[in-house]
């Protein structure tokens, strides 16, 4: 069997397409969404990442304002932006970029963000939400894998989903939504005894590690639909996941490729919780 590719680039269009449509309909209701990104010093890949998030915002019709600050600025100055930000009328959603330097409380700053304008869903508050099934903003990246899943029509009810990784931002959440649509989850991780034991039972394997080659093709169960979150550079420097892509694909019933699969649909789901947050604030 070769497995279907779920097509993250063509979803994304889908969803961005109604996302600029509501963003449309709510403007002519005299609300603009609005973002703003806060970016701290001068990691590449951050600066490659906001510039990516302001360009979607303003191609699906949304505001946004990108503050850069130098790498010295203080934890004070930063949790005094993130103050004004939250009385800002016109920013709904605020997202500041991660990592921050080292003599910053990332954490701190996270919880500073006033909850409903917290779109990474990164706040306690929305982690809290999303493990009692309240109302909240879910996580762009694993929120985009359940939006993959919901569009091969895979239903969850008693599937077993194996995550692999534990993140705060990925792996967790994965799992909690994964189980809010009554799949039996399991999560693993490094200290688990026997991975292949556990993903050969799998009819979806989300695999959020950051390593390559964490799944291969004998780890996975014949039509298993796989998620692979994974981004990073094979030996020849081209960008890969954490699934050995060309055997799994040979097994699996569905995958999703690296580029073209998951990326695509982190900043997607940013911009369906701004424009979430505006249809809120908006009522
Ligand atoms: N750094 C890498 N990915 C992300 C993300 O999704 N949100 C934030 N705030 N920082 C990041």
């Known amino acids: 069997m070769t497995a279907q590719l779920i097509d993250g680039n063509a979803l994304a269009r889908t969803l961005r397409a109604d996302v600029a449509q509501r963003t449309a309909a709510l403007k002519t209701r005299g609300v603009t969404p609005g973002l703003a990104v806060v970016l701290v010093g001068e990691d590449p890949a951050s600066h490659v990442y906001v510039r990516n998030k302001v360009k979607a915002c303003e191609a699906n019709g949304l505001h946004s304002v990108l503050e850069k600050y130098p790498a010295e600025l203080s ?12 009385n800002d009328p016109t920013v709904h959603g605020i997202l500041v970029q991660l990592p921050l ?39 762009c990246t694993p ?71 964490v799944l291969t093709a004998d780890m996975v169960k014949p039509g298993a639909v796989v998620i692979d979150v994974g981004m990073n550079r094979n030996d020849e420097g081209k960008l890969c996941g954490d699934v050995d892509f060309a055997g799994v694909r040979e ?33």
């Not at 792996?171 to 939504?177: E, I």
């Open 75 to 86: 934890e004070a100055e930063l949790l005094a932006r993130v103050d004004a930000l939250n």
């Open 101 to 139: 330097p080292a003599h910053i409380d990332a954490q701190k700053v996270i919880e500073a963000i006033a909850p409903e304008k917290d779109v990474d869903g990164f706040h306690v508050a929305s982690a809290g939400a999303l493990l009692t099934g309240a109302p909240g903003f879910w996580p």
């Open 143 to 213: 929120y985009g894998c359940m939006k993959m899943l919901e569009s091969i029509g895979c239903d969850l009810r008693g599937k077993h989903a194996v995550v692999i990784g534990r993140s705060n931002n990925v792996g967790k959440p994965m799992a909690l939504m994964l189980l809010a649509k009554n799949a039996t989850v399991t999560i693993c991780h490094s200290a688990t005894a026997d991975l292949g034991a556990m993903t050969r039972q799998a009819d979806v394997i989300v695999a959020a590690v950051g390593k390559r080659n």
């Open 251 to 283: 097994v699996a019933g569905w995958i999703t490729p690296v580029p073209g699969g998951v990326g695509p649909m982190t900043i997607t789901m940013l911009l369906v919780n701004t424009l979430e947050a505006a249809e809120r604030s908006a009522g």
